[in-house]
């Protein structure tokens, strides 16, 4: 029978203030003293706390009791190997990080989020990410708007519209990308080259009489997930990564989409001028930009108007 988004999105706004409520708690738990041990996944800086595990179970177990036969797709239980479905078709699917940004977490850095996103036919349709120390909740639904804290429209800032690329320098843009967990290769060559060659290309671009890039900033903010959230918001103009999953990009995904972004599988620099195409989640490489706002000529001449 159809589903009834609406009511999914209350759910999935509900579930992630809680999961974050207990995100937080956690984390001042952490700074009373109380040690938390962190264990290492594949290598020792793809790390995994108790913490990790109990939200997503909390999460899990939130789902399947309202929505039994809702598929599952989180980053523990996948990284359990009790998710043998995991590849997303065309079934209503959860897709849950439930602690994105787990360094940041064990460092008490305040960039990290529950993240649940909601896919049907492959579609992410439903997203929520909330970050409970700084206590920012983003949400979307498909047609209801991107929000934050279900008050600001996303984006909240109108920029200019950023041109195709290359074309056009990206000058005056943050950028952000994330150097992921495999630091010595990359399926598509050394991490570092490629980083390197984004930035470089908008230094390249942008130069004036040799005083090198105007691109205005590049960060890392080591939360995926927050990255796109932030780029939904308008205040990331591009960010890049290859190497992450679909549980850092789906809710974040969905939030950019329905606030008006792109999202690609460009690699840059030597594809970043390919064609805006579907995106697949499961890519593992995305780019995204952030929405295009009209430019403030254009806001100041509609006023006149
Ligand atoms: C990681 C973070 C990091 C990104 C990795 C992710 P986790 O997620 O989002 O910024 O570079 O690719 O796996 O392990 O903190 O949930």
Redesign the pocket.
Same mark, same amino acid.
Request: proline share 3%; hydrophobic share 30%.
């Given at each position: 029978h159809a589903l009834d988004l609406d009511q999914i999105y209350a759910f999935a706004v509900g579930l992630g203030r809680r999961a974050g409520e207990l995100l937080l708690a956690r984390a001042e738990q952490r700074i009373s003293g109380t040690a938390e041990a962190v264990l290492e996944k594949d290598s020792a800086v793809?790390? $995994?706390t108790q913490t990790?595990e109990d939200v997503e179970s909390f999460i899990r177990n939130a789902i399947q009791a309202q929505y039994p036969t809702h598929k599952f797709l989180g980053?523990e239980t996948y990284a359990k190997g009790q998710s043998r479905d995991y590849l997303i078709d065309d079934q209503p699917t959860w897709v849950v990080?439930?602690?994105?940004?787990? $360094?940041?977490?064990t460092h008490l850095f305040p960039m990290?989020c529950v @993240?649940i996103g909601f896919v049907v036919e492959q579609k992410p349709v439903i997203g929520v990410i909330y970050s409970p120390f700084q206590d920012q909740l983003f949400s979307s639904c498909t047609g209801r708007g991107a929000w934050l804290n279900e008050r600001r429209r996303l984006p909240l800032l109108q920029k200019p519209s950023i041109p195709p690329m290359p074309a056009h320098a990206p000058s005056q843009c943050v950028f952000a990308c994330? =150097?992921?967990?495999d630091r010595r290769d990359h399926p598509d060559g050394n991490l570092y080259r490629k980083i390197d060659s984004f930035l470089n290309m908008a230094v390249e671009r942008g130069g004036r009489e040799g005083k090198g890039g105007m691109v205005h900033g590049v960060r @890392?903010?080591? @939360?995926?997930?927050? !990255?796109l959230a932030y780029t939904a918001m308008g205040s990331f103009d591009i960010w890049w990564?290859g190497?992450? =999953?679909e =549980? !850092?990009v789906c809710a974040g995904i969905a939030i950019l989409l329905e606030a008006g972004g792109l999202v690609t599988t460009a690699n840059p620099p030597e594809d970043i001028n390919a064609p805006i195409e579907d995106f697949k989640l499961g890519s593992r490489l995305y780019l995204a930009i952030r929405p295009a706002g009209p430019s403030s000529t254009e806001t100041a001449r509609e006023s006149q108007e």
């Open positions: 793809d790390i $995994v990790d980053e990080d439930p602690l994105d940004g787990t $360094v940041n977490y990290f @993240s994330e =150097w992921g967990k @890392s903010l080591g @939360s995926a997930t927050l !990255d990564e190497g992450c =999953w =549980w !850092d």
